[in-house]
Nanobody, 124 residues
């Protein structure tokens, strides 16, 4: 069992920055792939970024160069640093953990545990 708690969301103007945190407890976290996803009103949940056990990262095209995912295994925490934010980035952001083998998956069905989400609102 893994419990995830996101924090760091809020209201920011376009061009601003936010850092989201995903704190995990439970099963060994350091060896798992962790992903960030987001869901805007009326849209499906979509992949944003992931980091695997060795620190390799992958991003969806729309956030490349603006978002950075990182992990601190000593703190059981994964971060999503978001810069140059745009109104289109407005969504509820979720972190998720994949406990099965393999990594670098971008589909929601490949992740086993989810946090409750944190709202990010970018005003124009």
């Amino acid at each position: 069992q893994v419990q995830l708690v996101e924090s760091g969301g809020g209201l920011v103007q376009a061009g601003g920055s936010l850092r989201l945190s995903c704190a995990a407890s439970g099963r060994a976290f350091f060896s798992k792939t962790v992903g960030w996803f987001r869901q805007a009103p009326g849209k499906e949940r979509e992949f944003v970024a992931l980091v695997n056990w060795s620190g390799d990262t992958f991003y969806t095209d729309s956030v490349k160069g603006r978002f950075t995912i990182s992990r601190d295994n000593a703190k059981n925490t994964v971060y999503l640093q978001m810069s140059s934010l745009k109104p289109d980035d407005t969504a509820v952001y979720y972190c998720a953990v994949r406990t099965r083998g393999g990594d670098m998956y971008t589909s929601t069905s490949n992740y086993d545990y989810w946090g409750q989400g944190t709202q990010v609102t970018v005003s124009s």
